[in-house]
């Protein structure tokens, strides 16, 4: 059975920082597509960044480009979002995504919505506020 686990997330002032985590575990392989996504109240979910599971490519959005970075860790196959000069416009509940796809998929497709995730976690709340 395949979790997803979210965790990280926080209250920080505009301009500081926090970094998020997602361990996906059930899968049979370390390597999965990933994607962080975000929802705030009375706006729709909005993909924020996205991972290969197999080349490492990675898509932004553009609201966060130059301001968060994706990354994984080899050896557990943990995502994290680390989030930088943060806005009280990225103030939203966090979520991770997994995905395990037979084929290299590019992350745009997955974060634009186009292809779904089958696998979702919890999500983490993102308060940024003075």
């Known amino acids: 059975q395949v979790h997803v686990v979210e965790s990280g997330g926080g209250y920080v002032q505009p301009g500081g920082s926090l970094r998020l985590s997602c361990a996906a575990s059930?899968?049979?392989?370390?390597?999965?597509?990933i994607g962080w996504f975000r929802q705030a109240p009375d706006k729709e979910r909005e993909g924020v960044s996205c991972?290969?599971?197999?080349?490492?490519?990675?898509y932004y959005a553009d609201s966060v480009r130059g301001r968060f970075t994706i990354s994984r860790d080899n050896a557990s196959g943990t995502v994290y979002l680390q989030m930088k000069t943060l806005k009280p416009e990225d103030t939203a509940v966090y979520y991770c995504?997994?995905?395990?796809?037979?084929?290299?998929?590019?992350?745009?497709?997955?974060?634009?919505?186009?292809?779904?995730?089958?696998?979702w976690g919890q999500g983490t709340q993102v308060t940024v506020s003075s």
């Open positions: 059930g899968f049979t392989r370390n390597y999965h597509a």
């Open positions: 995504a997994a995905d395990d796809p037979r084929a290299r998929i590019n992350p745009y497709y997955y974060c634009s919505g186009t292809v779904s995730y089958d696998y």
């Open positions: 991972i290969s599971s197999s080349d490492g490519s990675t």
